[in-house]
């Protein structure tokens, strides 16, 4: 085997080593021994030339982090990547409302802060206590709230009848 093969089967390789990585669990040990082999390509590079070298260097120091983010950022889209990454089996379509049936019937309803909401705390809505997000300020506890919609499983209020205080 020439020269010229022997470099280019230790970038294969090192390439091959670390896609081995994502299916192997190893702890690091395969990117350690892909981080060397890609290291004997890259001295092997600059054998050839301080030009070869550099470029293969920097290649190998922009390219194959940019080409892992891509490569797992878009997995999803290939071809065997659904068997890897299984789908979302929550429907992105659906409204926060949709997602939280229980909570969104207390939208509109007007409740009482059991605590500060500064911006997070709890309101009681006729006997039932939820988290809360203050809606633009702080709302003390004991004040009338009414609840306008929900966010990320919490019920997002404002004070009854005006505005919150600000900080």
Do not use: W
């Not at 080409?67 to 889209?77: E, I, N, P, Q």
């Amino acid at each position: 085997m020439d020269h010229v093969a022997i470099t280019i089967l230790l970038f294969v390789l090192a390439l091959g080593v670390f896609v081995a990585e994502l299916f192997i669990p190893s702890g690091g040990f395969l990117t350690l021994i892909g981080t060397v082999i890609l290291s004997l390509f890259v001295y092997r590079m600059f054998a050839y030339g301080s030009t070869h070298g550099v470029v293969s260097l920097v290649g190998c120091v922009v390219g194959l982090p940019a080409g892992a983010y891509f490569a797992l950022k878009h997995v999803d889209r290939l071809p065997f990547g659904h068997k890897i990454v299984p789908p979302n089996p929550a429907d992105a379509s659906r409204s926060p409302e949709d997602a939280q049936p229980a909570l969104a019937t207390l939208i509109g309803r007007t409740g009482r802060a059991t605590s500060p909401l500064h911006p997070v705390g709890m309101c009681d809505f006729d006997g039932r206590r939820v988290q809360c997000i203050a809606e633009g300020g702080i709302i003390e506890s004991g004040d009338a709230v009414v609840a306008i919609g929900i966010s990320m499983n919490n019920v997002m209020v404002k004070r009854a009848g005006g505005s919150a205080r600000t900080a």
